[in-house]
């Protein structure tokens, strides 16, 4: 047993920590290779990874879109599904900053699931964030030739204070080289169903994104969020720009076998 | 000022294919942005600042009543006079009452985005009188007869062409061949045209950033001067603000400038900070006969106790327009009212409703990038969520959306049915990719697939194929114990 510094609240992590994987739906429906790539990261840290069956989607449409009852119903469910484990971690820094910081925001009058929900968030984890910080990885074992960039999703840079995390696991791969974008830290225009409520500004920010990214001369693509990759994959697609993408976690597992997101199928 | 608010959609396609708009937006982000970052660097405490700064806004609104009896109080032992106005018109009534009363004919103004709020220039120019905005921005769009498109840069949706044939086509009077192009000979001439009408003007009008309880002081902050002529020139001055401007102390407010102007324009102070106590004394070598305030409510005090109450700590920085990615796309015009950016779209149905302005605060991605820079840290894509919520209790929200949201909630607690659905789905979504792994086309996304192609799935959803894997590595294991 080891004793951690994690963030205010100093927390036990066992020696091999039980860890329950919320794969998210985005990875679940688009990209599964990207919760087998988290499998593979958690268990090679040493964690003992369940699956469990009752997981879907986290609720962000709903709670997003003003629907405060259908999003604490999904909240009780997850909650109720993944709260015997050690940790929840999630390849998703908007499902787990969804998890984490909103689902005890949905119990206000009820004392007594708000608990539940805080001691939920307090163990559950975005990927990358839960290797670095909690687990204390600091070498991924990963070969990629080449160069790539980061796009920083807005709910892992401010919702769970991810910035330095994926790119010091990056540093670790043999044979990769880091560029930074421009207004890395500019919102790629996503945002769940505002690119599709507000598909022309969504576009003229994607747009840009794109521009910036593919500036940096990297023709690989990398975030923590699929939301965020989906959108970007998808604009670079259509304009056909010489930029792939990929979750971070595919690299870092080692696991870039499948063709990228939005790329031709053999 | 009449909302357009509810034409969100529409302004934002328009501005979105404005090419000089879109030229202006561009350079936003590398001035404000960069300066505020630098300023922020440059101040460790810059962090601490704000959670005092917070504070003591938090603090002023929870008792605002004690403060604004207090402020009243000291302004009429000061020789000023305190004027409530609930509502725009009251308000617009009030200060067409002092401008009569002074037998004005010709009134200057400093930048106040209260005034934008009441509409007061219209209301002034209706009752016979002559307005000028004395800003330089603010001139320019007056001239232009356009509303403001940032709180603190209110032309900022124009570029230097554009101010050129304005300034040409207005100052008629002046050589048609003389030079314009450097930014200094346009301010030169605004100041020339202006000079004549500060010392005419028999009432000035400015707005106020902070007033303050313990002295009945206000407080206008700028980096031209305007203001300082626009209330020590003329024999009346007007301040025109809103309640929720007060801090209790002189030591409050410094506390309060030091964020603003870092936050705003990355600057330690604005040039010009001015404070106004009364009206003149014996004694005094300038300053106006009368000084009065008109403190304007207009919805602010239905705001309190309610959870939008956080939003009266606002103290018009503008950096959150600054850093929003909506507003550096479509610029402050497309909100329709007053108040753009997430400011606006948390700020504008308080005052407006939310029938009007409901596309505001959904018209986010909750990015966060607007909280992350508030001086005073106000939730404001909670608040733009607490506002999608009494939309969505209303019944405001759309049939369609509203059946695909309570169809994907179904799904969401119910896993079995969801497996059941999805393994389907997303295995015909794949087919439809085929082998581009692409689709450029999808019935009910057209939002989506209209500029960007959709990226296939894979085929099988992770959920099966994660219990496959588990029931193969199984079978291998009992093989292994035979």
Redesign the interface.
Known sequence: MTTLDIGKTSRTVPESPHVALF?T?L??????????AA?KLLEEAGCRVE?P?????C?Q????????A??S??AR?VIEAFEPYDFIVVPSGSCGGMLKKHYPVLFHDDPDMRLRAARFGAKTYELIAFLRDVMQIDVVNARHEGAVTYHDS??S???NGIKQQPRELLESVDGLELREAK?S???C??????????????????SDKVDRLTETGAPLVLSGDLGCL??I???A??EGRPLEARHIAEVLADMTD??P?????? | MKPTSHHFKENAARALTDVQLQRALGNIGEGFVNKRASARDALPEFDALRDRAKAIKDHTIEHLDLYLEEYERKVTEAGGQVHWAATAKDANEIITWICRDAAALSVTKGKSMVAEEIGLNEALEGAGLEVVETDLGEYIIQNRHEPPSHIIAPAVHLNKDQVIADFRAKHTHLPADRQLDEPSALVGEARSVLREKFLRAEVGITGANFLVAETGSSVIVTNEGNGDLTQLLPRVHIVVTSIEKLVPTLEDMNTLLRVLARSATGQDITAYTTLSTGARRRGDPDGPEQFHVVLVDNGRTDMLGTVFQDMLRCIRCGACLNHCPIYNAVGGHAYGWVYPGPMGAVLTPSLIGVQEAGHLPNASTFCGRCEEVCPVRIPLPKMMRHWREREYDAGGTGLLPRIALKSWAFFARHPRLYRLFAGPAIAALARLGGKRGRLSWLPLAGGWTAHRDLPAPSGQTFQARWRAHQRAQRKRRVRGKR
């Not at chain 1, 069956?53 to 989607?57: H, L, R, Y």
């Open positions: 794969a739906c990875v679940d429906l688009f990209r599964p290779v990207v919760g087998f499998v699956v069956d009752a997981q879907t989607c609720g449409p709903a709670y997003n879109s003003g629907d405060r259908d999003a119903a999904i469910k807005c709910s840079l401010r919702e207004d830290e500019v919102c225009g996503f945002g769940g169903l505002f690119s599709v409520k507000y598909p022309n500004i969504s576009n003229s920010m994607v989906l959108n994959a998808g604009k697609a259509r499948e063709p997101i939005a790329g031709a199928r053999e």
